[in-house]
């Protein structure tokens, strides 16, 4: 099995708290419909804009708003290039809201089908990649880094998947999804399109764990600030052979939850100014009950009547209106039942 080394870190502890407490704000707001429609509308508009960025795309945003709002008929490379990352992210909101998916061969396969379509020859998507590459510096011209070879690409990526099949049940979503993130750019298994998949399969990811702000957030844009501190935190340099033993994951995810938090902080802020629903602001009594979990993981039903002084029935009414929003978990039964994140 695929086993990263890592180190959680106070700075990589710090962001995934920070993460958990802003989606978890987040998650407990009420919007008006078509506040929500809007900036999901948006950011698939800044995704789609972002990610192929990175890959070269010069269009800019407002270019990109345009096609998206009304794609002409015949479309060039860099056009296609968005709008297919705009229907892929659409096909993948489609899929989450049947319930949770799971990546697998055929799911990456399909994606790179998706981002590449029309703009790669038919052999060329929807599959594994049968010869090797060389990925090159586009300033000198020099060789950088060579990727797995064909015959070892579908055992690592088993061997990826397996990883996060396991890790799900124990090991914090961001991180799972940092380390697959990186781990599907150093395996390489496409002619092109690599990158635009991973960050796909990082957004499937993180969506399947619970941060459900994945329509409205663009980590993409983060990456996108500084594309060249991108590669050189995701890539490996030299040969894949001779650095595999060697492979550290955690400058990485330090710096990919930290693009986690600089996007929620932005949507964040952007929402606070939006006109909110009479019941969007947490009553108080819900409030305490939520700042007690961030700072010590869990809560009782004693814990909490002693913060709020409130009845057992309404009590019971506040734990049972957080847990039908997903938003806290009973774990537990009778006197040692208690609730988390």
Same mark, same amino acid.
């Given at each position: ?6 180190q ?43 990610s ?8 800019p945003?407002?270019?990109v708003?345009?096609?998206l709002?009304?794609a ?7 056009e ?41 020859p ?9 010869e ?61 399109? /690599? ?5 796909? %399969?990082? &957004?499937?990811?993180? $969506?399947?764990?619970?941060i !459900?702000?994945? +329509? #409205? ?16 935190k995701?890539?490996v ?46 009553p ?15 809560? /009782? ?5 002693? %913060?709020? &002084?409130?009845?057992? $029935?309404?009590?019971?009414? !506040?734990?049972? +209106? #957080? ?19």
């Amino acid at each position: 099995m695929f086993e990263p080394k890592y180190q959680v870190t106070n700075g990589l502890l710090e962001n995934i708290k920070r993460i958990v407490s802003i989606t978890t704000e987040l998650n407990l707001r009420s919007y008006p419909e078509v506040v929500l429609v809007r900036y999901e509308a948006r950011a698939r508009q800044i995704s789609s804009h972002t990610s192929t960025s990175i890959e070269g795309n010069v269009l800019p945003l407002t270019e990109v708003k345009r096609i998206l709002k009304s794609a002409p008929e015949n479309l060039r490379e860099s056009e296609r290039e968005v709008v297919n990352y705009n229907d892929t992210l659409l096909w993948l909101d489609e899929k989450l809201k049947k319930g949770s998916v799971d990546i697998s061969l055929d799911l990456i396969k399909d994606i790179q089908f998706r981002v590449m379509k029309g703009i790669l020859p038919e052999g060329k998507i929807g599959q594994f990649r049968r010869e090797p590459v060389q990925l090159m510096d586009p300033r000198s011209g020099g060789i950088v880094y060579l990727p797995p070879d064909a015959k070892d690409i579908e055992p690592l990526l088993d061997n990826m998947i397996d990883f996060v099949r396991v890790a799900k049940k124990e090991v914090d979503p961001a991180i799972i999804a940092g380390l697959t993130h990186k781990q599907f750019v150093i395996i390489h298994p496409f002619i092109d399109g /690599n990158g635009r998949t991973a960050r796909l %399969l990082s &957004k499937i990811l993180l $969506a399947n764990m619970g941060i !459900d702000t994945f +329509k #409205l957030f663009s980590f993409e844009n983060y990456y996108n600030k500084n594309v060249t501190k991108y590669f050189l935190k995701v890539g490996v340099f030299g040969d894949y052979y001779e650095k595999r033993e060697f492979i550290d994951f955690t400058e990485w995810l330090t710096y990919f939850t930290e693009g986690i938090v600089d996007e929620l902080l932005r949507v964040k802020g952007e929402l606070e100014k939006e006109t909110v629903s009479p019941d969007s602001i947490l009553p108080e009594q819900l409030q305490k009950m939520v700042t007690y979990i961030e700072k010590n993981g869990f809560i /009782n039903d004693a814990i909490y009547a002693g %913060l709020t &002084k409130r009845s057992k $029935a309404s009590r019971t009414i !506040d734990f049972k +209106k #957080l847990t039908d929003k997903g938003l806290i978990k009973r774990v537990g039964k009778g006197k040692n039942t208690f609730y988390r994140f």
